[in-house]
């Protein structure tokens, strides 16, 4: 969830060296190879032509917001499907194919060809539409996100929280705004859709997505925050993530998965830093409790945790895994950076 627009100024307790986007893209470098990335690029514009190119309404493809939307998809629909990917209990087709890799010997470059190839199809057959509700949920993170941040702009912190609650909790569209219509029908068609473990979490996971606005407010108004400065909003979008892929996604992966996005927010707060102690937007990096060193390290320990969450014994394959993490997480901070 990205930092919020605000006119109050609370005072805020020091005043950190502002952060370049060269300084960003440095805490994350480039790997050595692309590894299995186009697979998730294919299968994120995939998400994105079923899910919105082909479904939203007219007035939503056309609007300028769209384009930060579609720029935050590509962080958070590649996290939502690389869960499933390196889950403990991924889809038994990947784990065969894996065998197979293994048998044969075969060397990274080998391994990496053929994953291209095959996988976009093993995957759309094994987890179909776990990956259409990753493009789902994905959408519903950043238009909710949208609505709070930019399309309610004009209204009062807490009246714009009361709005986002009452679109999720009761499905009541604020007045001329397409985009809370079209959430509203993924909202629904979410609830229709889901089944199993899905269904058992989706409830209880609306009715805390219906309260993270006002943690969002708080930032502005520096009342009534349930916890740490933007804890919340992480916590609830991967929970998002997490319930589209339910069937194979625990709280280990959960645990994985928002360490991912607390450091993707951490970098997206050090890029606002001026902007948010301008209006005095209390963020944990505005109060110089988030620094870069300190996500540079939280990159490091989410490599080794990867790795560890993968449990790939055989090197070529482990080595492809980590160089397809360290790949989209460049590409996060490299679209944080584009998209201030």
Partial sequence: MVALRSTSRPTLPSSPPSVTPAAVLAVVPPPEHEGFGPVLDFLVEDGWRRVVAERAPSEVLRAPYLRKIRAGFATYAPLGISAVVCARGRPRALDVTATGARLLRLPAPAIAALGCRTLPQLLRLACGEALDRVALASFLILGLDELLDDRLAHLPPRVRADALRALVRDRVVPEGEPLGAFCVALLDEWQAKARGAESEQLGPLLEDLAGWAYDEVALETGEDMSGPPRQRGIE????????????????????????????????DDLLDLEK???VGRRTLAASGEWTLPQAEALYATLVEETRALVNEPYAPIAWLFEQTFRRQLRKMAEILTANP
Avoid at 245 to 254: D, P, Y
């Fill in 276 to 278: 948010d102690l301008a």
């Fill in 236 to 267: 609830v979008s991967m929970r998002m993530l997490a319930c589209a892929t339910a069937r194979w996604v625990g709280e280990a992966e959960l645990h994985w998965m928002i360490r991912i996005a607390e450091l993707g927010q951490r970098l």
